[in-house]
């Protein structure tokens, strides 16, 4: 291990400086493959997003016009989220005759939006 004393008046890190360079070195290596993972984020950052997509957890698959009526949006602005979500892979759609049904690309999204949703609520009973 390398390490140096720094002088450090935040109790949050740590007083010495010292890491794994085994650990840094294997991880480093990796690293570069979140690259891209940011943009889920990024789309499920935004709340009338992340409400549709909450929304398309609850059911399988829902028209522009319920997701409209279900986050208190015209049916333009539904499709435009609607459409970044399909672009950024999260969501998929389908028509049939003049109705466009949406529902989650897969259930890797489907988790990823249930887990926060857990984990925002354990959060809330512990007081955070």
């Known amino acids: 291990m390398s ?4 002088t450090n008046l935040s109790k949050d890190t740590c007083d010495t400086f010292c890491y794994d360079e085994e650990k840094v070195t294997r991880i480093r290596a990796k690293i570069d493959q979140v690259s ?11 709340a ?7 929304a398309l957890t609850l059911e399988k698959e829902l028209c522009v ?6 986050i208190g949006a015209t049916t333009a ?3 435009h989220h609607l459409r970044l979500l399909r672009n950024m892979g999260l969501a998929r759609y389908r028509k049939e005759g003049k109705m466009v049904f949406y529902s989650l690309e897969d259930d890797h999204v489907r988790q990823l939006v249930s887990i926060a ?12």
């Open 3 to 6: 390490s140096e004393k720094v």
């Open 36 to 46: 891209g993972v940011e943009m889920i984020f990024k789309a499920l950052s935004d």
């Open 48 to 54: 009338t997003r992340l409400k549709i997509a909450y």
């Open 65 to 70: 016009c319920d997701v409209a009526n279900i």
């Open 77 to 79: 602005t539904a499709s």
């Open 117 to 128: 949703m857990i984990h925002e609520q354990e959060g809330i009973r512990h007081g955070r």
